[in-house]
């Protein structure tokens, strides 16, 4: 069991927003600025796409967008492409317990 | 910049493996370097970092007492001592710089499997 929440899948149409929420604690996203968002195709590396809440790397798509709101993390897709179809993961630091990083049990993006 | 990871394979439960993480194009004396782990198909677990001089070092609570992260930043190497191994083990280990941020880097893994 992961120590953050996310929705197992989540679909959309072409061109619509989808968002992925990824839920925790006080003990970690409730309480830290350091929430990433990743993606990952199948057979590949993850990929981070969002940091430190809402900040896109370099070459990442604007049509990612990250948030957060109390002890909840959210990931919006708009524009929804073919090429989203992928797995995305969030991670948070944990402050206040013995595990310095927490990952979410991760969301299936289907394109439809 | 790549990561390289070796060394992972098939061992027993309660055996051990070393694993090395060879950095090139970037000092790695200058990043924080983890250990994360996904069980293929799953999700994935932080396991373990390190700072740049090695005073500071963290595991997960499912690992601590049985895993020591190390580096030899004079050979640019970073390394995962994994003892009294269990099944639950079982996972492709990546070495990753900054693995949460803009900066991050990812190595491809190597695979761990415990046998019990």
């Known amino acids: 069991q992961s120590a953050l929440t996310q929705p197992a899948s989540v679909s959309g149409s072409l061109g619509q927003s989808i968002t992925i929420s990824c839920t925790g604690t006080s003990s970690d996203v409730g309480s830290c600025k350091y929430v990433s968002w990743f993606q990952q195709y199948p057979g590949e590396v993850p990929r981070v796409i969002i940091y430190d809440v809402s900040i896109r790397p370099s070459g990442v798509s604007n049509r990612f967008s990250g948030s957060k709101s109390g002890n909840t993390a959210s990931l919006t897709i708009s524009g929804l492409q073919a090429e989203d179809e992928a797995d995305y993961f969030c991670?948070?630091?944990?402050?206040?317990?013995?595990?310095?990083?927490?990952f979410g049990g991760g969301t299936k993006v289907t394109v439809l | 910049v790549q990561l390289v990871e070796s060394g992972g394979g098939l061992v027993q439960s309660g055996g051990s493996l070393r694993l090395s993480c060879a950095a090139s194009?970037?000092?790695?004396?200058?990043?924080?370097i983890h250990w994360v782990r996904q069980v293929p198909g799953k999700g994935l677990m932080w396991v373990s970092r390190i700072n740049q001089d090695a005073t500071y070092v963290a595991y997960a609570d499912s690992v601590k007492g049985r895993f020591t992260i190390s580096r030899d930043n004079a050979n640019n190497m970073v390394y995962l001592q994994m003892d009294n191994l269990r099944a639950d083990d079982t996972a492709v280990y990546h070495c990753t710089r900054d693995f949460d941020s803009g900066t991050n880097c990812w190595g491809q893994g190597t695979l761990v499997t415990v046998s019990s």
């Open positions: 194009g970037f000092a790695v004396s200058d990043y924080w």
């Open positions: 991670s948070s630091c944990s402050p206040a317990t013995t595990n310095d990083y927490v």
